[in-house]
Nanobody, 118 residues
Framework: QVQLVESGGGLVQPGGSLRLSCTASVSIFGLYVMGWYRQAPGKQREVVATISSGGATNYADSVKGRFTISRDNAKKTVYLQMNSLKPEDTTVYYC????????????WGQGTQVTVSS
C-alpha cells in the first residue's frame, strides 16, 4: 500500500512563505507524476501544481509566479514552496501520486492545513 506523508502546513501572515513536503513510499518514484491539490470547504478539489519525473511543471493560474513545485527523486519527496501567500490560499493541501501507465494507481496524502491570516 502506497503512503504519502505530508508536512509543512501551518499559520502564516499574508505575504509570508511556507514549504510543504510529501514523501512517498513507492518502489519506483520516477514512475509517478506528483502533484499538489487543494480543497476548500464546499468546493471541488483543484490542482495547484504538478511535476513529472523529468521535472516538467504545470501550475494553476492563481499560483503562477508565487508557488514552485520541485521533486527529489532520490528522497522520493515532492515539495511546494509557497511565497507571497494570500488569505485566499487558506485551505487544506493534498499531495497526489499518479502512476504514468496505470490510472488506477493513484494515491492521496492525508492533507495539511495552510492558513494565511494576520
Amino acid at each position: 500500500q502506497v503512503q504519502l506523508v505530508e508536512s509543512g502546513g501551518g499559520l502564516v501572515q499574508p505575504g509570508g512563505s511556507l514549504r510543504l513536503s510529501c514523501t512517498a513510499s513507492v518502489s519506483i518514484f520516477g514512475l509517478y507524476v506528483m502533484g499538489w491539490y487543494r480543497q476548500a470547504p464546499g468546493k471541488q478539489r483543484e490542482v495547484v501544481a504538478t511535476i513529472s519525473s523529468g521535472g516538467a511543471t504545470n501550475y494553476a493560474d492563481s499560483v503562477k509566479g508565487r508557488f514552485t513545485i520541485s521533486r527529489d527523486n532520490a528522497k522520493k519527496t515532492v515539495y511546494l514552496q509557497m511565497n507571497s501567500l494570500k488569505p485566499e490560499d487558506t485551505t487544506v493541501y493534498y499531495c497526489n501520486a499518479r502512476h504514468i501507465y496505470d490510472v488506477h494507481n493513484n494515491y492521496w496524502g492525508q492533507g495539511t492545513q495552510v492558513t494565511v491570516s494576520s
